[in-house]
């Protein structure tokens, strides 16, 4: 019984440590991984606007007319007429 015991405590130890141990690497390296992440983000954002953009702009664009059509006629405005 008492080595059933002895191993739960050093597990129970163990895992503790790899907390502790998780935790200060997370600490330590949280701003190199916030950095990592923004540039990947801004990498991926920048090249799905680079894809997009030019649809976008073609579908923007009306179509120029080949011809043009009659002249209209119109008359003059008088005020107070």
Do not use: C, H
């Not at 440590?17 to 991926?44: C, H, P, Q, W």
């Not at 059509?69 to 008359?75: A, D, L, T, Y």
């Amino acid at each position: 019984m008492q080595k059933l015991v002895n191993a739960v405590a050093l597990l129970s130890g163990l895992v503790s440590l790899s907390v502790v141990a998780g935790g200060t690497y997370l600490f330590l390296n949280k701003d190199t991984m916030i950095e990592d992440v923004r540039v990947k983000i801004t990498a991926e954002v920048t090249k799905a606007v680079t894809d997009a953009l030019p649809k976008m702009v073609d579908s923007a664009m009306p179509e120029l007319p080949t011809s043009t059509g009659n002249v209209i006629e119109s008359k003059p405005v008088i005020p107070g007429l």
